[in-house]
């Protein structure tokens, strides 16, 4: 038997089965595990014991989920539904106790763990932050395929469940409660107490009212399933993300009949991961794993952060750190610039806490402070003021000798080298670059940029420091815009030019969002700030080889900076872009997509052989959560060598050829193509009008 598990029982009959993955801060459902679960779930049945508890020995959460690790590769579906099948065993084993079982909950209960907790009788939760509940999998392209399709509906109602699946997103523990995803939600300490009580006198289970079981009716399911699907199709077109479609097929066609939906959630979730979108999927998950593994929180511990600059950039980052409970002090001599970063962060704080008193609490964390006392006492110092270097010098120059020896000193530039920043510091090798992108509150990602004389010791408190801001820390070497900017700016330039040479610059988006992107290239600079965009292009003129489009200078010259001036390439209003209609009977260059996408994947190719960052999983997972490349396609590089390396090549040169020599294919390509190559496929001009 393996040691992931143990139980014991108490003198009242009740057993306390805990799941403690050895070697592991979390507890996963592999294989083995779900093994040794079966085999004391029949050894404890032989006990006839007064009830059951599931919990978790593990400070940090319930149960993550089933091992995402292996299902990664899983190309047959038969085996995928073997597995399957197994589990809806072992699930029904649990379901089917002569005596009640009941899942005690604290912290993250996701997945196949909220799964196995509906298996149960009843269901506890803590009533703590960290609780969350819910079903993810339709992240990683899938949907419930361990029975939860066919508990939650059965224990929410159609819609509750329907949306907590198609949603992807969690819940605490209140809202649990409130909609009988639980049966209590208590304060930790009573966890063991509530459930030692439930199962003294088991209360009936919690049925869903007649309103939420109607929409699972024979005639009304239809109905339900095509407004579902219309809702979902702005975000995840079917094409693209086909778990969410399929998990309304499987419930339209087999609600109320319990057997005929575990067959269904078999065959269907075991067709979806083996296919392309899920396995991709699943790879943009473990990248994210990969760099969460890069930050480690216990080298170092920040408690108090002092950001300087309270721009939108600094507010933003200031807040965030507050979010995360740093104590934080923002620094800017503009008092009506630190009162406007007090109103947003209230705001954000709300959104986020919900409950007045966090909210409180987050808020006096948050100290505006004009006069930079707060530099002293800080762990982590961040200058996130304007982007120029001799100012930045400037104010490096002012802050190292106040700021203690033990603490992160970090730039927030989005593109200046770190050692033209470190120049004149007594201890330039302490200096780190922490490149945040915007808005903070919702890009993951957060660049560590170093140097070859970076002290190892610093680089390593900047990533423990991104993780303890619950963001994914990217070692990216100091060069001209480092990874995503670098990688960026050629795609926004190309799509400037399109527009110079008259493409209407709503179809060049369109091209942009057909491939998968969130927004299209041209709104994207608006949102920047043309400005901005500018200024960084002339940086990195000379590393792209490429003359920047005299439209964008002309905007800039004309008082069109996008979004922030109410006019850029598009006008705005209300915060939203005013696109106008292509001319009618305008056709759009067959080479659109290419053009665009092509520009981003060749320069990610560039960054590789540079050795911007380590490899090229590195150079997809910046791209990923730097820039809302589409999950789907699982990273520009991973998706080039997908559609052949060689087909990627000759699209370059024949665009090169059309074109111009700004389009050339980048010479790292031939050595990341493989021996043997199938078909060539082009994505890239794929439904572009």
């Avoid at 975000?235 to 057997?259: D, I, Q, S, T």
Wanted: aromatic share 6%; with cysteine.
């Amino acid at each position: 038997m393996s040691t992931h598990l143990h139980h014991e029982r108490d003198p009242d009959g009740i057993v306390w089965l805990y799941f403690d993955r050895a070697g592991a801060g979390a507890n996963v459902l592999t294989p083995e595990i779900l093994e040794d679960f079966d085999h004391r779930l029949v050894q404890i049945a032989q006990e006839a014991p007064r009830g059951l508890v599931i919990l978790s020995d593990k400070p940090a959460g319930f149960i993550a989920g089933a091992d995402v690790h292996g299902f990664a590769g899983m190309r047959d579906p038969a085996l995928a539904a073997a597995h399957i099948r197994r589990v809806h065993a072992i699930f029904q084993r649990l379901e089917s106790l002569a005596f009640p079982s009941l899942a005690l909950i604290h912290g993250y209960c996701l997945g196949g763990g909220l799964e196995l907790a509906l298996a149960c009788a009843y269901r506890i939760a803590s009533d703590e932050p960290e609780t969350r509940l819910g079903f993810p999998e339709v992240r990683l392209g899938l949907f419930p395929g361990y029975g939860g399709t066919v508990r939650s509906t059965r224990l929410l109602g159609a819609l509750p469940a329907l949306e907590m699946m198609l949603s992807g997103r969690a819940l605490d523990a209140r809202s649990a409660r409130r909609l009988g995803l639980v049966d209590l939600a208590v304060p930790r300490r009573q966890l063991r107490e509530a459930a030692h009580r439930l199962l003294q006198a088991p209360p009936p289970r919690h049925r869903p009212r007649l309103l939420r079981r109607l929409p699972a009716t024979a005639p009304l399911r239809p109905l339900v399933a095509a407004l579902l699907a219309r809702r979902l199709a702005a975000k995840a077109p079917p094409e693209y993300y086909p778990a969410p479609y399929a998990l309304l097929g499987h419930w339209r066609r087999h609600a109320g009949r319990p057997l005929h939906l575990y067959r269904s959630e078999t065959r269907e979730v075991a067709r979806l991961i083996s296919g392309d979108t899920a396995q991709n999927l699943i790879r943009v998950f473990l990248l994210q794993e990969r760099l969460k593994s890069l930050g480690d929180r216990t080298t170092f511990i920040p408690g108090r952060a002092h950001v300087v600059g309270a721009g939108v950039m600094g507010r933003d980052i200031a807040a965030w750190c507050a979010l995360q409970g740093l104590q934080v002090t923002l620094e800017d001599l503009d008092t009506a610039a630190l009162g406007r970063a007090m109103k947003h962060a209230d705001g954000l704080f709300r959104r986020r806490l919900k409950d007045p008193l966090r909210v409180q609490a987050a808020l006096d964390r948050f100290q505006p402070d004009p006069r930079g006392r707060g530099v002293e006492g800080a762990d982590l110092v961040i200058e996130a003021i304007f982007e120029d270097a001799a100012a930045k010098q400037a104010l490096f120059a002012r802050l190292e000798p106040r700021v203690k020896p033990s603490a992160v000193l970090a730039s927030n530039t989005s593109s200046i080298p770190l050692e033209t920043l470190a120049e004149g510091l007594e201890r330039p090798g302490r200096l780190l670059g922490l490149h945040f992108f915007n808005p903070v509150a919702r890009m993951p990602l957060v660049e560590v940029v170093h140097t070859p004389g970076t002290d190892p010791e610093a680089l390593a408190q900047g990533l423990a420091c991104v993780r303890h801001l619950d963001r994914l820390p990217l070692p990216v070497r100091s060069s001209p815009g480092f990874l995503v900017n670098r990688i960026l700016l050629p795609y926004l330039l190309e799509a400037v030019t399109l527009v110079e040479e008259g493409v209407p610059a709503p179809a060049v988006d369109h091209a942009a969002t057909t491939f998968g992107m969130p927004v299209g290239p041209i709104e994207l600079a608006d949102r920047v700030g043309l400005d901005i965009c500018l200024a960084v292009g002339e940086r990195l003129a000379a590393t792209l080889g490429q003359a920047l489009p005299p439209l964008l200078a002309g905007q800039v010259r004309a008082g069109r900076l996008g979004r922030k001036s109410g006019a850029g390439f598009y006008a705005w209003i209300d915060g939203r872009a005013r696109k106008p209609r292509s001319p009618r009977g305008y056709r759009v260059p067959a080479d659109l997509g290419e053009r665009l996408i092509l520009r981003l994947v060749n320069e990610a190719m560039a960054c590789l052989r540079e050795g911007v960052v380590a490899d090229a999983d590195l150079v997809d997972a910046g791209v990923l959560f730097g820039t809302g490349f589409p999950p789907f396609r699982g990273g520009p590089l991973h998706d080039a060598r997908a559609q052949g390396i060689q087909a990627v090549e000759t699209r370059l040169e024949r665009l090169e050829r059309r074109h111009g020599h700004h389009i050339h294919a980048d010479p790292g390509w031939p050595g990341v193509r493989p021996a043997r190559q199938g078909p060539a496929r082009c994505p890239w001009t794929r439904n572009t009008p």
